[in-house]
């Protein structure tokens, strides 16, 4: 006759081993700072002795959390979005949490509204909404009075957290390293109007150019593909008076940047360009580029942060906000050529 299964080792079990509460050993377990460390010591090592593991499911019905995230975004193949999506599940598990995601293929209040109740329904604890609204939505707004959520680079509500980089001074910063090189105006290619980021950009881009009384010239648009940035390097690489070009995601720049290499054009010789983002190939890129960098890395670890906060504000500091954008200054952007 074969021996009946033995249960798993439980929060008691090491209790006993470690000589402490049951109630210390789930403070360590949940990451409390105010135990001494002779006490976190015994109860880690009684844990490893016993192998023992969390029991999700049981938690879950005696605190009613889930540790669960949700997480709704665009669904695309960009360098940007992963960084953020892969920073965001990195801190969660830090945080003893995870995450699902909810991908959405279209810009409409439809879709986000599905994906977030989606979320609620599946259990999240809260939610970081990772789409650039354009305006907020009236479910999105109903749900976060009960379900804490954390928006990045969308539009605020009453209900929700906002966590934004400034797209404008982006733009700012990118149309004016190329104005203090010397070029008479800046050309722009845009990203798709209905994000968010891609009008702050253009807007800012403007804002700079009116303001040192230089005329904008046609903006030209792109839908953050490499394949929209070549297109649109194809028709640049035909305007005769286009020396300086601000272009709105480094992806597309790459794209541009072919374009000209096709078309004869060097770079910076002939056109200047300076992109955003700072993804990973950029410093590759033939030549290098120029971009203003995002800080992808932080702005996903925050929203796990500031959510954790709200969900249990006395259980969690809240982390101060600080995403500024940086110009990496490289070898796409040069003094314009001569007359």
């Known amino acids: ?26 403070r360590v377990l949940n990451g409390h700072h105010s135990l001494r460390p002779a006490t976190r010591d015994r ?5 490893g002795q016993l192998g023992y593991h969390r029991n999700y499911a049981a938690r879950s019905l005696s605190t009613g959390r889930t540790q ?3 997480l709704v975004l665009f669904n695309t193949d960009s360098y940007a979005r992963s960084t953020v999506v892969s920073s965001i599940e990195l801190a969660a598990a830090q945080l003893d949490h995870s995450v699902i995601c909810a991908p959405i293929s279209s810009m409409n209040d439809h879709a986000i509204e599905t994906a977030v109740q989606g979320l609620v329904d599946r259990g999240a604890d809260g939610i970081i909404l990772a ?5 907020s939505s009236p479910v999105v707004e109903r749900i976060g009075t009960t379900t804490p959520i954390v928006t990045l680079d969308g539009s605020r509500t009453e ?20 104005l203090d090189l010397g070029h008479e105006t800046v050309w722009h290619l845009a990203g798709p109007q209905n994000w968010i980021e891609a009008c702050d950009r253009s807007e800012g881009w403007r804002t700079t150019l009116e303001r040192a009384g230089k005329a904008a010239p046609p903006e030209l648009q792109g839908d953050w593909s490499p394949a929209s940035g070549y297109k649109n390097g194809l028709i640049a ?45 950029a410093e590759f890129s ?3 580029l120029t971009t203003v960098a995002q800080p992808f890395k932080t702005i996903g670890k925050l929203a796990v942060q500031r959510l954790l906060h709200r969900l249990d504000p006395a259980r969690s500091e809240l982390p101060p906000v600080t995403l500024v954008p940086e110009l990496i200054v490289r070898n796409s952007t040069g003094a314009p050529p001569a007359p």
């Open 131 to 135: 789409v650039p609204m354009i305006r």
């Open 159 to 178: 209900s929700s957290e906002l966590l934004v980089i400034d797209q404008a001074l982006v733009a700012e910063l990118a149309t004016q390293h190329l």
């Open 43 to 47: 109860v880690q090592a009684a844990i």
């Open 237 to 281: 690489a035909r305007i005769p008076d286009l020396t300086a070009m601000f272009v709105s995601s480094d992806e597309m720049a790459f794209g541009l940047i072919r374009a000209l290499h096709e078309s004869g054009k060097r770079i910076p010789q002939d056109i200047s360009i300076v992109s955003v983002d700072n993804v990973a190939l």
């Open 1 to 26: 006759m074969s021996n009946p299964p033995t249960r798993p080792p439980s929060i008691r079990d090491v209790a006993g081993i470690a000589g402490v509460s049951p109630q210390t050993v789930s």
């Open 286 to 288: 033939y030549p290098s």
């Open 68 to 70: 669960i995230i949700g």
